[in-house]
């Protein structure tokens, strides 16, 4: 059975999450195993998703290199793929530069250079048979050279002969001697100002590649979406991010894109009020992606976006909230009196379900089904978009919606969305105009209190009934579309009996 891999998995004993991706049949003898997996280093589930996300595309891009025929490497393109390893060497010794004694930059500048050719009189003398000065040094350094070489096709999945392998080895002794020429300065006490970021002596600078074509950002989020086509309203929302980006800096050349940049931008959307979950989620996050897409395609020479992050603790007093029985009773109470369907049936199917008000709002009559003599509500991707496969699921009607009326108003139709009169946003969706019906009405009952969210509470609410009745971990989960914890929880099924006889621990709200 194949693995499911399109989220990051948490090791059910550390709790660590990491990426298992199963190889392609067509890949297995290149690759050498089944499974790729490899530990993302945190218990942190947002951080683990974008982690997720960039080792994906890195494994992507290694498959995509192994199905392509074996590479001649460029001079060009083998600095460019050692480029890095300049970065990386700064990076390990930057703090305590004197300490780093593995490369000599004194022969640095005869790795890979043939010995000179004697001359006849040379010969002649025995000390020809002595090894040169620094000659073991340099051997070491030139076998370091290609085991990195090696390592560094392999992980990009390049095939390359030999040739090319030396050529890559030779790069990556040019750019290590660069590097630790500049750790040396650093050591000898020059300002720290002199020992600039790595680049290559030939490596185009940002003035001649913006002659030479500048690449936009909004080209960046076009061959991104091409590649990963993600859904409409996610484009949308990305594109409106990354042109709020643009507008604050007053450029679109992502080449010309710093740290600082980001950091100030960050900054001006705390000043302005927004909630530092929204500046991590929905503004920092896709230009992190977005980036990350322009490197692994060879757009850009690196990530400015990748270490910039943002505290989203919540503070006290901040945390959402569960409905409590007197709200949810206001709430149910005013919801009987509504004629318009969605103030009338959505709190109360929420308050029964803890599904989402996206997943409510675009029910079709063809999702509520009878199965096993127990009427159930479907959410699948056939009526729209869900979050994650997780929330792919079905969910018994609890006996309070049967005996309000839930059933009768459903089978009165005959096809196509329970909510009609509900209008689709641009997108055809009609959660987010649901969304907004539910929030005014709420809050018109005068259930203020910023914590609840009008619309998720009976989310948060569902999940405490579930804990103070007693109800199956793993069908609680089930019912709620949270998705597996381990992987013992992702064997067998969840029969609709065992919904249906849990769901009913929930006592009906006395009205």
Same mark, same amino acid.
């Given at each position: ?22 190889v ?88 890979f ?28 350094m ?42 040396k ?125 943002? /505290?989203? #603790? ?6 959402? +909230? ?5 709200? !949810? *009773?206001?709430?149910? &109470? @005013? ?27 675009q ?25 994650t ?57 005068g259930?203020? /209190?910023? #914590? ?6 009976? +989310?948060?609410?569902?999940?405490t009934? !579930? *804990?103070?009745?007693? &109800? @199956? ?32 621990k ?5 009205l």
């Amino acid at each position: 059975m194949p693995l499911a891999m399109a989220r990051p998995w948490k090791h059910p004993k550390t709790g660590i999450y990491w990426l298992r991706k199963r190889v392609p049949d067509n890949l297995l003898r290149l690759v050498g195993k089944r499974e790729e997996k490899r530990s993302l280093g945190t218990r942190d589930p947002a951080a683990a998703k974008h982690l997720h996300a960039v080792a994906l595309a890195e494994i992507e891009l290694r498959w995509s290199n192994l199905r392509s025929p074996p590479k001649a490497l460029s001079e060009r393109e083998a600095f460019d793929l050692a480029a890095p390893i300049g970065d990386w060497w700064i990076a390990q010794h930057r703090d305590n530069p004197s300490a780093q004694a593995t490369w000599k930059t004194e022969y640095g500048e005869l790795v890979f250079t043939p010995p000179p050719i004697p001359n006849p009189d040379d010969l002649k003398s025995p000390d020809w048979l002595l090894p040169r000065d620094g000659e073991f040094d340099v051997l070491h350094m030139e076998q370091w050279c290609l085991q990195g070489a090696s390592e560094l096709s392999e992980l990009r999945g390049l095939q390359l002969d030999e040739t090319c392998r030396r050529l890559l080895a030779k790069s990556i002794g040019r750019v290590v001697q660069r590097a630790s020429l500049q750790l040396k300065r650093l050591a000898d006490g020059e300002p720290a100002e002199i020992v600039m970021p790595f680049t290559l002596a030939n490596k185009p600078s940002p003035a001649s590649r913006q002659a030479a074509g500048a690449v936009s950002f909004s080209k960046l989020v076009d061959g991104w979406a091409a590649e990963r086509r993600p859904a409409p309203k996610t484009v949308y929302e990305w594109q409106r991010v990354i042109k709020q980006l643009a507008s604050f800096l007053g450029h679109e050349n992502a080449h010309d894109l710093t740290a600082d940049d980001l950091l100030r931008w960050k900054s001006s959307m705390v000043d302005a009020g927004l909630r530092p979950k929204t500046v991590r989620d929905a503004k920092l996050a896709p230009v992190r992606a977005i980036l990350q897409w322009g490197v692994h395609n060879q757009r850009l020479a690196g990530n400015v976006a990748e270490k910039v992050t943002i /505290d989203v #603790r919540a503070k006290q007093g901040e945390k959402k +909230r569960s409905f409590t029985d007197e709200e !949810g *009773r206001i709430i149910l &109470l @005013a919801a009987l009196t509504q004629k318009d369907p969605v103030r009338r049936w959505v709190p109360w199917i929420g308050a029964y379900s803890g599904a989402r008000v996206s997943e409510i709002c675009q029910l079709r009559r063809e999702d509520v089904v009878e199965i096993e003599g127990i009427w159930c509500i479907k959410v699948m991707p056939e009526a729209g978009s869900v979050k994650t496969s997780g929330s792919e699921r079905l969910i018994p009607l609890h006996p309070a919606l049967v005996e309000n009326g839930f059933l009768e108003f459903v089978l009165k139709k005959t096809t196509g969305p329970i909510f009609s009169g509900l209008m689709p946003d641009k997108f055809g969706k009609r959660g987010g105009n649901g969304t907004k019906v539910i929030g005014r009405f709420v809050r018109q009952l005068g259930i203020s /209190d910023p #914590r609840i969210s009008p619309s998720h509470s009976w +989310r948060h609410r569902i999940k405490t009934l !579930g *804990r103070r009745h007693g &109800l @199956a971990q793993d069908i609680l989960e089930a019912i709620t579309g949270h998705g597996s914890k381990t992987v013992a929880d992702a064997y067998g099924e969840f029969p609709v009996e065992a919904l249906y006889r849990e769901l009913c621990k929930i006592p009906s709200l006395q009205l």
